[in-house]
């Protein structure tokens, strides 16, 4: 079965940190990676993506690296907020799924102030 | 914007009844997903649909249904609820691409 495979579960960072949160997956054939952001009480909304032709993605304070070669991705948060504290869920997706996307587990992210 | 609602945001049954959630997306997307989340689980699909009349069994299809006779309208039917279904359910739409568009969730509670 196709996996997706997400850690740490939950995260607490203060004001200013640098949360990680990593993923790592096994079949070859994936071609988009998106992390889903997901706030109490919201469905998962599309955070940022990255294609495996690159190794970073960063958009505002939001930044994805990307390893090809060990089938490992992550998201890093800058000068992480209050407010960024969500449910973040890595994906994966490859043209041949019939457009569906393998979710990992999610991670809850505190940001104390 | 794309909107994709779903018709309660709460709901409480009993055991053994049976359960309708229903879902519209107001961009004439073609594919529909419906996906439970529990904790620790993540998100599930149950059941996808890529055209009107069409469906596709997900990771854990067992004791769900689904209907899509509209191109916005997508269906999750729950035959004979049980207590084991108690979740939280999460209807997407998507055009012929990888982005997947979640309306806010239905909070099921099976007694």
């Known amino acids: 079965q196709q996996q997706v495979k997400q850690s740490p579960q939950s995260l607490i960072v203060q004001k200013g940190g640098i949360p990680i949160i990593n993923c790592a997956y096994e079949?070859?054939?994936?071609?988009?990676f998106p992390w889903y952001q997901q706030f109490p009480g919201k469905g998962p909304a599309l955070l940022i993506a990255?294609?495996?032709?690159?190794s970073e993605k960063k958009e505002g304070r939001f930044t994805i690296s990307f390893n090809k070669s060990a089938k490992q991705f992550s998201l890093h948060i800058m000068d992480s907020q209050p407010g960024d504290s969500a449910t973040y869920f890595c994906?994966?997706?490859?043209?041949?799924?019939?457009?569906?996307?393998?979710f990992g587990k999610g991670t809850l992210l505190t940001v104390n102030p | 914007d794309v909107k994709v609602t779903q018709s309660s945001r709460y709901l409480v049954k009993r055991t053994g009844e049976k359960v309708f959630l229903e879902c519209v997306q107001d961009m004439d997307h073609e594919n529909m997903f419906w996906y439970r989340q529990d904790p620790g689980l993540g998100l599930r699909l149950i059941y996808f649909?890529?055209?009107?009349?069409?469906?596709e069994k997900g990771d854990i299809p067992e004791g769900y249904s689904v209907s899509r006779e509209k191109k916005e309208r997508f269906s999750l039917i729950l035959e004979s609820a049980s207590t084991n279904q108690t979740s939280m359910y999460l209807c997407a739409s998507s055009p012929l691409s990888d982005t997947q568009y979640f309306g806010p969730g239905t909070r099921l509670t099976v007694l």
């Open positions: 079949n070859t054939a994936f071609d988009y």
């Open positions: 649909s890529y055209d009107v009349k069409m469906k």
């Open positions: 994906a994966a997706y490859s043209g041949g799924s019939n457009y569906k996307l393998t």
């Open positions: 990255i294609r495996p032709d690159v």
